[in-house]
Structures are given as C-alpha cells and as structure tokens.
Nanobody, 121 residues
C-alpha cells in the first residue's frame, strides 16, 4: 500500500505565505509524477501545479507566479510554497502522486487526505 500524508495548512492573512508538505511512503517502486489540486466549497476540484518525475513543473494560470512546487531528491516529499495568498485561494488542498508499486501493474494515482487552507483577515 501507498500512503500520502499532508501537512501545513491553516489560517493565513491575505498577502501571507504558507508551505504545504506531502510525504509518500509504503510500497513505492517508481514515482511517475506528482502534483497539487484544490477544492473550494461548492466548486470542482482543480489543478494547482504538477511536476514530472524529472522535475519539470507546470502551474495553473491562476497561480500567476505565486506558488512553487518542489520535492526532495528522493521525490517522496513534495512541497507547495504559496506566497501572496488571496482570499480566493481558500480551499482544501490535495496532493497526488502517480506511483508504481511492487504489484507489477500500471502506475496508479494516490491522493492525500487534504489540508484546509484559509486565507482571511
């Protein structure tokens, strides 16, 4: 089994910064990509940022240079550094990893439990 554990959410004032972390553990043979999604109340889950297994990032248009996705050398810990936060960034943030396990099948997507980010004064 693969486990993802997120941390780092909470309350932050507009214009502030926050770092989210996601740790992947368990039966990991290969990591084929990773990313962050978010879901605000009453809205669909949307992509925030992704990173390929070779470390190439992509971002949603609304990020506008404010967020940075990164990982440690082993790629089992992923971060989302968020700056210049706005009220509209308020959402539950989910990490996702595409991982191959020892079962020999195709890589599968695994989701974190979600962490609440609230941007408010």
């Amino acid at each position: 089994q693969v486990h993802l554990v997120e941390s780092g959410g909470g309350l932050v004032q507009p214009g502030g910064s926050m770092r989210l972390s996601c740790v992947a553990s368990g039966d990991i043979v290969g990591i084929y990509g990773m990313g962050w999604y978010r879901q605000a109340p009453g809205k669909r889950r949307e992509l925030v940022a992704t990173m390929t297994s070779s470390g190439i990032p992509t971002y949603a248009d609304f990020v506008e240079g404010r967020f940075t996705i990164s990982s440690d050398d082993g790629k089992t810990t992923m971060y989302l550094d968020m700056n210049s936060l706005k009220a509209e960034d308020t959402a539950v943030y989910y990490c996702i990893y595409r991982i191959a396990d020892s079962g020999g099948g195709h890589p599968a997507d695994h989701w974190g439990q979600g962490t609440q980010v609230t941007v408010s004064s």
